[in-house]
């Protein structure tokens, strides 16, 4: 439901799908579950559109996409805004604190905790 001018989003998936077992052995099929739900508001001001928004992330699965299909879990939580000065331009910026998160880069696919970031995006649209 897009901000009007409460908005909320969400998509969660469940099934199966690849996932490296625990000898490091095999690839076998496991069972897979995860999304999101974001909460946004539409603040519409003199100088452009602002989105403030907050969003919650789970995944515990495998990361089917990565060598291996190693199992990842993620849980983090964002806070942020968009803001839109005209319709072909959108600045964000986000603050994401970790809960509990994967490292697939290498095994043994350590679990990271209590982690934050902050990025930023520049958005062109034509």
């Known amino acids: 439901?897009?901000?009007?001018?409460?908005?909320?989003?969400?998509?969660?998936?469940?099934?199966?799908?690849?996932?490296?077992?625990?000898?490091?052995?095999?690839?076998?099929?496991?069972?897979?579950?995860?999304?999101?739900?974001?909460?946004?508001?539409?603040?519409?001001t003199s100088k452009g559109n602002v989105f403030p928004f907050v969003r919650w992330h789970?995944?515990?699965g495998a990361r089917k996409f990565a060598r291996?299909?190693?199992?990842?879990?993620?849980n983090e939580?964002?806070?942020g805004f968009e803001w839109s000065p005209w319709?072909?331009?959108?600045?964000?910026?986000?603050?994401?604190?970790?809960?509990d998160r994967t490292n697939t880069a290498t095994a043994p696919y350590d679990k990271v905790e209590?982690?934050?970031r902050v990025g930023f995006q520049v958005q062109w649209n034509y």
């Not at 009007?4 to 199966?16: K, L, M, V, Y």
């Not at 291996?68 to 993620?74: I, K, L, M, R, T």
């Not at 319709?87 to 809960?99: A, G, K």
């Open 1 to 44: 439901m897009y901000p009007q001018p409460f908005g909320i989003e969400a998509e969660w998936n469940w099934g199966r799908g690849p996932e490296l077992a625990s000898n490091y052995a095999s690839v076998e099929v496991e069972s897979l579950q995860g999304g999101y739900v974001q909460f946004n508001y539409l603040l519409d």
């Open 58 to 60: 789970y995944f515990d």
């Open 68 to 74: 291996n299909a190693p199992w990842d879990e993620v």
């Open 77 to 79: 939580l964002d806070l």
């Open 87 to 99: 319709p072909e331009l959108e600045l964000s910026v986000m603050y994401t604190h970790t809960f």
């Open 114 to 116: 209590g982690e934050d």
